[in-house]
Nanobody
Framework: VQLQASGGGLVQAGDSLRLSCAASGYTFSDYTIAWFRQAPGKERLFVAAIGGSGATTVYADSVEGRFTISRNNVKNTVYLQMDSLKPEDTAVYYC??????????????????WGQGTLVTVSS
């Protein structure tokens, strides 16, 4: 599986941004995709995940109600719509795939394939 994340950039607090993760390899609708983020000097943390069919989603408490994860199984792409951005959302955002399950889960150890990351910077 190959993953390509895009859509990062510099925005102001309160703005919105949409990240995309384009995938290739295996049957896209058979596996879960998640977003993680890593701020400078900090560990990589779970943000959101979506199951293969799109029916199941999981969010970190810190983004619940502000971020929305979705997928288009025709375009083999997962999206992360980020609204009401805060400076503490600043990080490199990575998409990852767990090909062993179509059910969304927040555990970083479950994800075998990773994209290259896209930087999101939120200024105050």
């Amino acid at each position: 599986v190959q993953l390509q994340a895009s859509g990062g950039g510099l925005v102001q607090a309160g703005d919105s941004l949409r990240l995309s993760c384009a995938a290739s390899g295996y049957t896209f609708s058979d596996y879960t995709i998640a977003w993680f983020r890593q701020a400078p000097g900090k560990e990589r943390l779970f943000v959101a995940a979506i199951g293969g069919s799109g029916a199941t989603t999981v969010y970190a408490d810190s983004v619940e109600g502000r971020f929305t994860i979705s997928r288009n199984n025709v375009k083999n792409t997962v999206y992360l719509q980020m609204d009401s951005l805060k400076p503490e959302d600043t990080a490199v955002y990575y998409c990852a795939a767990d090909i062993t399950t179509a059910v969304a889960a927040p555990l970083i150890s479950e994800y075998e394939y990773w994209g290259q990351g896209t930087l999101v910077t939120v200024s105050s």
